[in-house]
């Protein structure tokens, strides 16, 4: 095999000449699957691209889109990174890229383009990339973050979606296969089904097609509801990574003090590792690699409160360093609020757009680093309501406040508000529209120092 292939021996991952490597990077989230609070729109990403589509035409819906695709992850980026000490990068992709829902089964080798470019990037400084699925066909969850307009998981439910999946990762493999700078395969991120039945057939039959192709790589498992829960996983199987997400409710936008009050539930630096230990467990008891794919905290803008937020990371990466841990901080580039670097105010993408994300901030229309309440005079009589009528309503995963808040600010508000977003393109000539994608470029960023400081030493 290459040299740098990486494999697991016992609970660390060691490249070919057997040299420990602990993987340490963000993901490069909001890129290949679009997400709301990073580029600023609303709602989906389907949703917000067939707006786009309707203001702006077909061609230049996809030149614009190619263009903020190409500026927003370059080699700029990855020089940054790998400046900076860092090792790996976490590529959160869509199926959409890879396969048109007209057409399933059948791969859009250009959809590659811009994964390869990663990938390529990477590797020629010294940085290694995760393949990870962010979105599959029919929603392997209930939210935006995969690309699901609605609430309902339906990709459990239809063996087709499986199918098609099935194929998209035998294609991925084989295509990777003899790449040694990618780190892995991350089958499918945050599945989550309420029967706590489905996930665990399902990665049997999809990881024996994946190893059928590629049988060198690391694969690497998300647990099931938001890659919490392990438990149903059985004993491991080589080159089989779990890979949990540890993010900390003191630490999102509707969090309380840290220490502190959060959700009714004090939280504190021993209560953060506690979650760590649980969400471990199941690699711990197996003596396998403990992967954390995706944790940190929203940063506020005030002082204040961030100061706490950064308090959290702090913590937080002290216990991935104490247990061995590798690591891919969310996330890398945005607007502001969490990327290790960000769009600057002066750009014209912010200058054109802040004050519609303030809008969308004020109405709570996405769940990423908002109060999730947004208009309290209307949001509130809406579950008192169903708490009243409906005291026994406990939906999976997150409970009723969650369940209200998704389909009445993240749908019903969120919808309207992907229509507002593509207006605001309307009237706009080509290199106005230019403008716009090149502000995501590095050389239109600033670097978050205190927060690439602290990963950088984690």
């Known amino acids: 095999m290459p040299d740098r292939f990486l494999s697991a021996r016992g609970d660390q991952l060691v490249d070919a000449a057997g040299e420990v490597v602990r993987l340490r990077g963000p993901n490069i989230g909001g890129w290949l699957l679009m997400e709301n609070f990073v580029t600023g729109f609303a ?3 389907s949703t917000m691209r067939a707006q786009v589509r309707r203001v702006l035409g077909e061609d230049r819906a996809e030149r614009f889109f190619e263009r903020l695709l190409t500026a927003f992850f370059a080699e700029p980026d990855v020089a940054f990174l790998a400046e900076r000490g860092f090792n790996a990068i976490r590529v959160n992709v869509s199926y959409r890229h890879l396969e048109d829902d007209a057409r399933p ?4 080798e250009d959809g590659f383009r811009h994964l390869d470019r990663a990938v390529e990037l990477g590797a020629a400084h010294g940085i290694y990339t995760m393949v990870d699925l962010h979105a599959l066909p029919g929603y392997q969850n209930q939210d935006w973050h995969s690309d699901n307009p609605t609430h309902v998981d339906t990709f459990w439910d239809h063996p087709h979606f499986q199918d098609r999946v099935v ?12 790449q040694p700078w990618v780190s892995g395969y991350n089958l499918v991120n945050e599945p989550a ?22 049988p060198h790589h690391l694969v690497f498992l998300d647990g099931n509801t938001y890659s919490t829960e392990f438990e149903f996983f059985g004993e491991p199987q080589e080159g089989v990574v779990y890979a949990l997400h540890d993010y900390v409710t003191s630490g999102f936008g509707r969090g309380g003090p840290y220490p502190g009050v959060t959700d009714g539930t004090w939280v504190d630096r021993d209560v953060v590792e506690e979650k760590f230990l649980q969400r471990s467990a199941h690699a711990r008891r197996t003596g396998t690699p403990i992967m954390v794919s995706e944790f940190s905290p929203i ?11 950064r308090q959290i990371l702090a913590d937080q990466l002290e216990i991935y360093t104490r247990h061995g841990a590798s690591w891919q901080s969310w996330m890398y580039k945005d607007l502001g609020r969490q990327g290790m670097v960000g769009v600057r105010p002066d750009t014209p993408y912010r200058t054109r757009f802040d004050p519609f994300v303030a809008k969308k ?14 208009p309290r005079a209307v949001t509130q009589p809406v579950q008192d309501l169903v708490a009243r009528e409906f005291p026994d309503f406990d939906p999976y995963p997150f409970g009723r406040f969650h369940f209200v808040r998704r389909l009445l600010l993240n749908i019903a508000v969120a919808e309207p508000m992907a229509q ?36 950088a030493a984690g």
């Open 420 to 455: 507002e977003y593509a207006e605001l393109l309307r009237g706009l000539d080509d290199s106005e529209l230019d403008a716009l994608a090149d502000s995501f470029a590095f050389a239109s960023c600033q670097v978050r120092e205190s927060l690439v400081a602290q990963l």
């Open 299 to 309: 940063y506020t803008g005030d002082e204040a409160r961030d100061v706490q937020r």
């Open 193 to 214: 089904d309420a029967t706590r039945q489905r996930v665990g057939p399902f990665y049997d039959r999809l990881l024996a097609a994946v190893r059928a192709v590629d």
């Open 105 to 108: 089964f059948e791969v859009r």
């Open 167 to 178: 194929h998209l990762w035998e294609v991925i493999a084989d295509r990777y296969k003899d």
């Open 43 to 45: 709602a989906n990403e």
């Open 361 to 374: 901030d004020r109405l709570a229309a996405d769940a990423w680093g908002s109060d999730e309440v947004g």
